[in-house]
Antibody, heavy 119, light 108 residues
Framework: QVQLVESGGDVVQPGWSLRLSCAAS????????MHWVRQAPGKGLEWVAV????????YVTDSVKGRFTVSRDNSKNTLFLQMNSLRAEDTAVYYC????????????WGQGTLVTVSS | EIVMTQSPATLSVSPGERATLSCRAS??????LAWYQQKPGQGPRLLIY???TRATGIPARFSGSGSGTQFTLTISSLQSEDFAVYYC??????????FGQGTKLDIK
């Protein structure tokens, strides 16, 4: 079955960088779009980024544009989120999610990794 | 940006009873609407896509309806494991995916 395992969350200071990873298994990773979605403490879900199956198309939400970059390594079945210039408002649990195809709903989710930005 | 508004914010229902959750879009999303269930400490789980199609393994007591701007998730006979937070999401205006703020389903 599909398994998505996020890692890389940590406590960092404002302005620092962090790279999150999502290890995928149980499906042909290289044929599906993938997403990052975040959830601030006690809040709802916020879509952050999407990348196409081959990495040729990438989009991020406006609030992280210029600071976050999504990428993938299909040879290692791994999705990444590079987060630079972190702010307190980036504090959240970050989930990776598998797209049903590309531009569709999210049919599998990981358990999430917590990023805390605090001085 | 398409704004998704869920109501009510909290719904208290007794086990065995029916629960009806609503989701409204600020503009038409056709039937490109999904519902997710989230329990504490867990990632969300897909319940419904295409407004009314149950995802694999989802019990028949879960049903979705609607199109355009008004959608409903109905749980016909609540089981203890159904008490959770439910989110709707539009994927019509991709990549600008948006979620509703969630409805918490509480035990009455």
């Amino acid at each position: 079955q599909v398994q998505l395992v996020e890692s890389g969350g940590d406590v960092v200071q404002p302005g620092w960088s962090l790279r999150l990873s999502c290890a995928a298994s149980g499906f042909i990773f290289s044929t599906y779009g993938m997403h990052w979605v975040r959830q601030a403490p006690g809040k709802g879900l916020e879509w952050v980024a999407v990348i196409s199956y081959d990495g040729s198309n990438k989009y991020v939400t406006d609030s992280v544009k210029g600071r976050f970059t999504v990428s993938r390594d299909n040879s290692k079945n791994t999705l990444f989120l590079q987060m630079n210039s972190l702010r307190a408002e980036d504090t959240a649990v970050y989930y990776c999610a598998k797209d049903y195809g590309f531009g569709d709903f999210f049919d599998s989710w990981g358990q999430g990794t917590l990023v805390t930005v605090s001085s | 940006e398409i704004v998704m508004t869920q109501s009510p914010a909290t719904l208290s229902v007794s086990p065995g009873e029916r629960a009806t959750l609503s989701c409204r879009a600020s503009q038409s999303v056709s039937n490109n609407l999904a519902w997710y269930q989230q329990k504490p400490g867990q990632g969300p789980r897909l319940l419904i896509y295409g407004a009314s199609t149950r995802a694999t393994g989802i019990p028949a007591r879960f049903s979705g309806s609607g199109s355009g701007t008004q959608f409903t998730l109905t749980i016909s006979s609540l089981q203890s494991e159904d008490f959770a937070v439910y989110y709707c999401q539009q994927y019509n205006n991709w990549p600008l995916y948006t979620f509703g703020q969630g409805t918490k389903l509480d035990i009455k």
